[in-house]
């Protein structure tokens, strides 16, 4: 009982000391491993990542996707020097890269590393399709959505790994990958929370707007999305929010985003 008690406590003290501030929201959340462990796991998984699958490189498309990555980076950058938070990209080692798989996918691991599978270029259509998926990628890593999933797995095993939270442990690093959502097996990756899906869909609609497209397309893409039925793709398609209610709520977002690029000097929107 007293050693219940003392593991307890420690789990509590570490997951107090463990926070992190979220600088879209204000809200402190759980971060059990550090971005300065993160990172380095993060960029080694991708490369690993990138070396078992086909990557598409030179073609209009694989441009395409590194022209509006690049843009997608940039607005993030923007918005953050102009909201107090210079340097919050510092470690970041942005990279786009168009792998050659069906799967309807696209992710961001931490520190701006991005995975576009060809599948879902078909759904996204033009590049303002695209701005408005890999907004919501990126901004599920700028809000260091991953690692709370993460750290909230970690928390659940922790009896089975102990304090023990070094993701060079395998356990951890299988957790690490169930919450980045590498591979896109469907059911393999730990969806994300209703609030952590509403959270990317507004900061990124915002970074689109930011980066010149028209955020009314973000609309048109989930609309596009909804329109494959049951073919649900692992991160975009999850089922929560509904995909009423997420197109009701990007709808009404729209003037929001567009008032905030203003402020960046960006009057026109591109559309797909
Ligand atoms: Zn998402």
């Given at each position: 009982m007293k050693s219940k008690n003392v593991i307890i406590t420690v789990i509590t003290t570490l997951v107090f000391l463990s926070c992190a501030t979220n600088p879209f929201t204000g809200k402190q959340t759980m971060a059990l491993v550090p971005n300065s462990q993160l990172f380095p796991t993060a960029f080694q998984q991708y490369d690993q990542f990138l070396s078992e699958n086909k990557v598409i490189k030179g073609t209009a498309d694989a441009e395409m996707v590194k022209r509006v990555g690049q843009k997608i980076a940039v607005a993030a950058e923007r918005w953050l020097n102009a909201n107090?938070?210079?340097?919050?990209?510092?470690d970041y080692k942005w990279e786009y890269n168009l792998v050659d798989d069906k799967a309807v996918n696209a992710w961001c691991m931490p520190g701006g590393k991005i995975v576009v599978y060809t599948g879902i270029l078909p759904i996204t259509k033009g590049e303002a399709g695209l701005a408005a998926v890999l907004g919501h990628e990126v901004s599920h890593a700028l809000a260091n959505h991953g690692q709370q999933r993460m750290s909230a797995s970690m928390l659940q095993q922790i009896g089975a790994v102990g304090l023990n939270v070094a993701l060079q442990d395998n356990k951890n690093l299988g957790l690490f990958n169930q919450a980045y959502g590498i591979g896109s097996q469907v059911g393999v990756m730990l969806p994300f929370s209703r609030s952590h899906e509403t959270e990317a869909d507004t900061i990124g609609l915002t970074l689109m707007a930011i980066a010149g497209y028209n955020p009314e397309e973000a609309v048109e893409l989930w609309k596009r999305m909804s329109a494959?039925?049951?073919?649900?793709?692992?991160?975009?398609?999850?089922?929560?929010?509904s995909n009423e209610s997420r197109i009701a709520n990007l709808k009404a977002l729209v003037p929001k985003a567009k008032e905030e690029a203003r402020k960046f000097g960006v009057t026109s929107f591109k559309q797909n």
């Open positions: 107090g938070h210079v340097g919050y990209l510092n494959q039925g049951g073919q649900a793709p692992p991160e975009l398609l999850s089922t929560h929010p």
